[in-house]
């Protein structure tokens, strides 16, 4: 009897409590839905200023609050990445791959889409190339994975694969056929290394077939023929890059003159290699033939090359050159200062020389003491000139 008295009073308050607590719940709701334009003008104003870790937080908070919003979500991840928290990206991107409001399969390739390029940005090759490879039976989506693949085989130097990928990608629009002529170089070099020279050709052969432009090719064909001692071979092969892009000359130029010294032609080198000079004063070819040129002209032959090429082509290493031709014929007799002080300015010329002569990038202005075949930067294949300038 006592029982059900206590429950005529206990089943109201229990109700009462719920009510209350929905009512406190629906309050909690209400306010934060007020508060979701601000935090999301606030998250992008933020990332006007640039401060994207501020944003990144907005964001974050309006995700966890409304799930929902995947395309929000994968800005969120998107974000992470662009600020270099590669890890914070993948977290988010399989959070929201997992998410119950994810329903349809084209939204799950996108996001594995953008999960794959976190995973190449973290350096996880294996893991970007494994969801890229799954991506390309996607309907919308299976182009941007082998474009993706692409950069990854690029980026893990797996020649083969990004052969196969970049033919699959050629249209009328683009062939790739610079691309893919590249890689077969790649491919070639490490055979050179390698010493297989039988596989070399082949490499070199491919890449002039698809692109009878490439320099490279017939530089590394030249390289093939002067290993084997086919002097003759290797002349006439170097002589084609003239006719190809003369701006390669100086890539070969110091080459092309040893094959006559092998051949014991080195008159004839001697009028090819001034030939270039003249017809080509801006390609600043003077100081690799300098080395050259020493063991066979005279002193005043060559300062007159050099001051032709300064004429032309205003550098440091030419003018400290022409100190250095000069240097030996100063005698004490002049002044003790002059020949130590014309030291100092040769070495101060040379340095900056050194600090200063840059490769650059056609396509993103990227600038390297080294030559690259393709930008460091930019990934462009046959962007950067391979003219040197201060
Ligand atoms: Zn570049």
């Known amino acids: 009897m006592n029982l059900n008295i206590l429950w005529l009073f206990v089943t109201p308050l229990f109700f009462a409590f719920g009510w209350l607590a929905g009512r406190i719940d629906m309050k909690t709701v209400i306010r934060q839905a007020k508060q979701l334009p601000q935090r999301l003008y606030d998250g992008i104003e933020a990332l006007i200023d640039n401060r994207t870790g501020i944003a990144s937080d907005n964001i974050r908070d309006i995700v966890e609050q409304e799930p929902q919003l995947t395309e929000l979500h994968l800005s969120l991840g998107k974000l992470y990445r662009n600020r270099g928290e590669n890890d914070i ?3 988010s991107h399989t959070k929201l791959l997992n998410s119950q409001f994810l329903i349809s399969q084209t939204e799950k390739d996108k996001v594995r889409l953008e999960l794959a390029r976190d995973f190449q940005n973290a350096g996880l090759i294996d893991r970007a190339e494994n969801l890229l490879l799954k991506l390309l039976e996607s309907e919308l989506y299976s182009h941007k994975a082998q ?16 052969i196969d990928t970049a033919k699959k990608l050629a249209t009328s629009d683009y062939s790739f056929h610079t691309e893919v002529a590249q890689f077969n170089c790649e491919l070639a070099q490490e055979a050179l290394i390698k010493s297989d020279n ?13 692109n009878r432009k490439c320099v490279r090719a017939n530089i590394l064909l ?12 290797a002349l006439k092969t170097w002589q084609l890059v003239e006719k190809q892009n003369h701006l390669y000359l100086p890539m070969v130029i110091e080459r092309v003159f040893d094959c006559y010294i092998q051949l014991n032609k080195i008159k004839e080198g001697l009028t090819l290699v001034k030939g ?7 390609l600043n070819l003077c100081d690799i033939l300098y080395q050259k040129l020493i063991a066979y002209e005279s002193t005043a032959t060559i300062l007159e090359y050099l001051r032709t090429t300064i004429k032309n082509h205003p550098n440091s290493k030419a003018a400290s050159r022409i100190i250095e031709l000069h240097i030996n014929n100063i005698t004490p007799d002049v002044s003790p200062y002059t020949k130590p002080d014309a030291e100092i300015v040769r070495h101060l ?4 020389n050194a600090r200063l002569a840059r490769f650059s990038c056609g396509r993103c202005n990227f600038k390297a003491q080294t030559f690259f075949w393709q930008c460091p930067a930019c990934y462009e294949w046959e962007s950067i000139s391979p003219v040197s300038l201060e």
């Open 276 to 282: 270039y000079i003249t017809l080509y004063p801006q």
């Open 89 to 91: 990206a993948i977290k």
């Open 222 to 233: 030249g390289e093939l023929f002067y290993n084997q001692e086919k002097f003759d071979d």
């Open 349 to 352: 010329l040379l340095s900056y």
């Open 198 to 210: 039988q596989k070399a050709l082949e490499y070199i052969n491919f890449a002039l077939e698809i």
């Open 147 to 162: 474009e993706l693949l692409l950069d990854i085989y690029q980026q893990d130097k797996n020649w083969k694969d990004a």
